[in-house]
């Protein structure tokens, strides 16, 4: 099976390994509005949700707020605002976390304040790197599935 990312984006299951997420958590973000699949929602039993290439680098850009420490609400703010500021330029900026504030830093030299809060240390999360990372593991993955369908069995006719 090939990875046709345009016309056929990405599973479910091929999101949650390219981000690093579980599927409950794919799960329950669609159903609460973090980020429903641009390509194919789920529509009932047996429809599956189809994701773009853009969707799952928000998803990706969302799981990295979370191992930064932010809470899934506060990562919610930060990505809504992230949206407004970006829309579809999300690997160009970077993040800066200080305690339970975050600003983002955007290519131009803009500075966006995207919560409102405390102070504290400094985190900067490169977005550019996020897309890389998720480029690398698209490649990774879809080599890995091109060998395992050339690798399987075959049914013979009689």
Known sequence: MTITIETEGFSGTQVCALVGITYRQLDYWARTG????????????????????????EL?????????????????????CLRDNLGAD?????????????????SQGEIVDLLAGGQGVF??????????????????????DSLESSTAPRARTA
Do not use: C, W
Request: proline residues 2%.
């Open 60 to 80: 990706k850009v969302i799981a990295q707020l979370l191992e930064a420490g932010l809470s899934l609400q506060r990562a919610r703010q930060a990505v809504d």
């Open 34 to 57: 973090l980020l429903e699949p641009s390509l194919a929602s789920a529509r009932g039993s047996g429809t599956k949700r189809r994701y773009s290439y853009h969707d799952v680098l």
């Open 123 to 144: 985190n900067v999360i490169p977005m550019a790197g996020v897309v890389s990372e998720l480029d690398a593991s698209i490649v990774a993955f879809a080599s890995r």
């Open 90 to 106: 999300l690997g160009s900026a970077s993040l800066i976390l200080s305690g339970n504030s975050s600003v983002l830093a955007a």
